[in-house]
């Protein structure tokens, strides 16, 4: 089971950009899909989530700027990312776990990628 993250990169404060999650080795139907963060010396935070049946959630720091979308029948995930400050500039990782309900406990993700690095500049 492998999950792949790609789209980060550097960008100015203001701009956008899209990230990407494909997952393969297995259906992620009946699974809660979500992208989390971390910056360097903080904790792993979760920025939005979406169950299989498509109710999302977001962290507070992005809800009026991040879109979190999902296609079931393609195993993907996205998070368009618009109006980018320096303070979303940290490692992006998306994650699954077995669940209904939204997760938002890193510790409770039993799938992860790699990592995509955005680094947005004032």
């Known amino acids: 089971v492998q999950l792949q993250a790609s789209g980060g990169g550097l960008v100015q404060a203001g701009g956008s950009l899209r990230l990407s999650c494909a997952a393969s080795g297995r259906t992620f139907s009946g699974y809660v899909m979500s992208w989390f963060r971390q910056a360097p010396g903080k904790q792993r935070e979760l920025v939005a989530t979406v169950t299989s049946g498509g109710r999302i959630d977001y962290g507070r720091s992005v809800e009026d700027r991040f879109i979190i979308s999902r296609d079931n029948a393609r195993n993907t995930m996205d998070l368009q990312m618009n109006s980018l400050q320096p303070e979303d500039t940290a490692v992006y990782y998306c994650?699954?776990?077995?669940?209904?309900?939204?997760?938002?406990?890193?510790?409770?993700?039993?799938?992860w990628g790699q990592g995509t690095q955005v680094t947005v500049s004032s």
């Open positions: 994650a699954a776990a077995r669940s209904s309900r939204f997760l938002h406990s890193a510790t409770l993700y039993e799938y």
